[in-house]
């Protein structure tokens, strides 16, 4: 459409990618071809990260300049430590220590990955829930999975969560977590939720992968471990058996996500449009 638009009205467009819709565009050969033509007329490229902008190159070749322009972290939102009680109350989660897994549940977002860890967790005696947020088809096999391991009682199905209810899990959290697995034709361009954590001290443990250790600082807000469960565990049972470390991180993650924000993203979008060709 933008670029009927551009060859009968002469409106320029900008293209912005996010890794896995170049990943799931190339793999359809009647469409890839017409997106090769809409970056050839595009005015400016844009990508969320740099992972996505090796990608693009990969992909599309080197002929093209790609601007990239990261998503941003909101403003912090303070829910009143009442309701955080309440959310945990009615959870039972009582006084355990939180660790949020917040995505949609499809294989890519490594759903088993944290379920394994959070057992391997339970194996050394950490004091730990896993909090899954989200919904998907992977939902129903995961519950199974988790009371044949004998996790159920240190894993909370809670399903989706609206927006207010998002920022109270961030808040209510000591971690966390996204394991994302590698996957032949996907790709995670970038952390948006990892960089929402953080915006709420929150810090995280992310995969090495693709553009997610790009919504963190490595080892300040953070750790970026392989995409294992011993990795994930063995990282948490670092951060949460160091507190002053803990502390440092919510700090440093708050610091981060302030450098990030929309506003941020906002001035870099500017930049790019306008520059000329």
Known sequence: MARWIYRSLGVPYVLYFHGADLCT??????????????????????????ATQRLFTELCGTAYTTHIVRPGAPSPVAPPSAVIDRLKNEHALGSTRIILFLARLIPRKGLFVALEAIRELQKNNVEATLVVAGTGPERTRAEQYAREQGIASRVRFIGRVTDQEKWMWFSAAH?????????????EGFGITSLEAQAQGCPVVVSNLDGLCESMQPDVTGLCVEPTAAAFATATEHILSHADRWQHMRSAAREFAALNSWEASQQQLRRVLQTDV
Request: hydrophobic share 50%; proline share 10%; net charge positive.
């Open 175 to 187: 971690v966390f977590w996204f394991p994302a697995i590698p996957l032949a034709h996907d790709f």
């Open 25 to 50: 565009a190339q793999m359809q050969p009647r469409k890839w071809p017409r997106v090769l033509r809409c970056v050839a007329e595009a005015r400016h490229i844009m990508v969320n990260s740099q």
